[in-house]
């Protein structure tokens, strides 16, 4: 059971937008501390999607896009395409675990 | 460029040892905080360690206090990940990945992992 909840799997027609959340609570996401999204391609390491809510790295589409409001956050992707099939996990910090970085549990998302 | 090359997994039999150890390169190693994050097969990420820029805070997560220790060598730009005690559970992939901006928790930069098996 992760801190931080997250759907099992998403999907979605190429072109059509979804959004993937991540609930948290008080102790987490509630407690202002940044969410941070990540993308995970089948068989790669993870890559920072989004950091501190909706900030974009350099490189990252402006389809994909970030938002917090209170204990939960959403990844929003939109215009989808075939290669952003992938897993999406959604990151924060719990003030209730000493130094402990939490993880949802992960998305699978699915372009139909 | 920057990267993280992580090496030193394998087979181990539970209650072996094993080290990991992650080479950075492309970036001031010294200045940053850094995290191990480990994936089991078929599971999502699990956080394992963090460690500050000058080893000064480290935490770890519940699943490795007391079996786990992480340390790093700034002149030398490697991360390193002490494993005993180990146990099946502790099978995954394990990635070496850098914070962003200290105390802001994000890691913007990963490895591509180094997969350790613990099984008789």
């Known amino acids: 059971q992760s801190v931080l909840t997250q759907p099992p799997s998403v999907s979605g027609a190429p072109g059509q937008r979804v959004t993937i959340s991540c609930t948290g609570s008080?102790?987490?996401?509630?407690?202002?501390?940044?969410v941070h999204w990540y993308q995970q391609l089948p068989g790669t390491a993870p890559k920072l999607l989004i950091y501190?809510?909706?900030n974009r790295p350099s490189g990252v589409p402006d389809r994909f896009s970030g938002s917090k409001s209170g204990t939960s956050a959403s990844l929003a992707i939109s215009g989808l395409q075939a290669e952003d099939e992938a897993d999406y996990y959604c990151?924060?910090?719990?003030?209730?675990?000493?130094?402990?970085?939490?993880f949802g549990g992960g998305t699978k998302l699915t372009v139909l | 460029e920057v990267q993280l090359v992580e090496s030193g997994g394998g087979l181990v039999q539970p209650g072996g040892s094993l080290r990991l150890s992650c080479a950075a390169s492309?970036?001031?190693?010294?200045?940053?905080?850094m995290n191990w994050v480990r994936q089991a097969p078929g599971k999502g990420l699990e956080w394992v360690s963090n460690?500050?820029?000058?080893?000064?805070?480290?935490y770890y997560a519940d699943s490795v206090e007391g079996r786990f220790t992480v340390s790093r060598d700034n002149a030398k730009n490697s991360l390193y990940l002490q494993m005993n005690s180990l146990r099946a559970e502790d099978t995954a992939v394990y990635y070496c990945?850098?914070?962003?901006?200290?105390?802001?928790?994000?890691?913007?930069?990963w490895g591509k992992g180094t997969t350790v098996t613990v099984s008789s």
């Open positions: 990945a850098r914070e962003g901006i200290t105390g802001r928790y994000y890691m913007d930069v």
């Open positions: 492309g970036f001031t190693f010294s200045s940053y905080s």
């Open positions: 460690i500050s820029s000058s080893s000064s805070t480290i």
């Open positions: 008080s102790s987490n996401i509630g407690s202002g501390y940044g």
């Open positions: 501190i809510n909706s």
């Open positions: 990151q924060s910090y719990d003030s209730s675990l000493s130094g402990s970085t939490v």
